[in-house]
């Protein structure tokens, strides 16, 4: 069968290898540039960062909804999140990694902090269309990695008022990244 722009997605549904081949092929160039901006300051970490989108892009397919956003829409937020994740990866194996002298400790830490920095940023440009309340939630769950039960001791809440902030704050999240043509992955 013949790939085409109107039956690619239902053939990567399919796991038609073929229709991966012509996203790679008709919006490779998407991914590409998005890894690449998001990557600036780690090129070294462009071709996973492509990798782990079309994967994403394989195994996601379901959640990508032609009435919401477009499939270029939708690719790029793919992109976005994948090149976050890499960062974090990376920053996560920078901290595991022992030091040989003092330069590279120094070397290490300011790229650590620039690094972080991004990092936050990014994640803060995306709570935006949060309420404080529930950013809060979302920065210690997601970002922190603190569980509901620590959450919601330290809020004064009950674990199910932090699980419906979730849920709420992710259909925000939803709407706002459709909205302003980012697509969606959560």
């Given at each position: 069968?013949?790939?085409t722009e109107e039956n690619f997605i239902v053939q990567i549904q399919q796991k038609n290898e073929d229709a991966l081949?012509?996203?790679?092929?008709?919006?490779?160039?998407?991914?590409?540039t998005v890894a690449k901006k998001?990557?600036?300051?780690?090129?070294e970490l462009t071709d996973e960062c492509i990798n782990d989108v079309l994967l994403a892009v394989w195994q996601h397919i379901a959640s990508f909804d032609r009435s919401k956003s477009s499939f270029e829409n939708w690719l790029a937020g793919v992109s976005r999140y994948k090149a976050i994740d890499c960062k974090r990866k990376y920053l996560k194996r920078i901290k595991e990694e022992p030091l040989n002298t003092a330069e590279?400790?120094?070397?290490?830490?300011?790229?650590l902090r620039r690094l972080e920095e991004e990092i936050n940023e990014e994640m803060?440009?995306?709570?935006a269309c949060l309420n404080k309340q529930d950013r809060g939630i979302f920065e210690r769950m997601f970002w922190k990695g603190e569980s509901v039960k620590e959450i919601s001791a330290s809020m004064g809440m009950k674990e199910t008022a932090v699980y419906n902030h979730v849920s709420r704050?992710?259909?925000k999240l939803r709407k706002y990244l459709t909205e302003i043509g980012r697509g969606?992955?959560?």
């Open positions: 069968m013949k790939i081949g012509f996203v790679i092929q008709q919006y490779g160039w998407i991914i590409k998001h990557l600036q300051q780690q090129p590279e400790t120094a070397d290490a830490t300011n790229s803060r440009e995306m709570l704050g992710k259909k969606s992955s959560l």
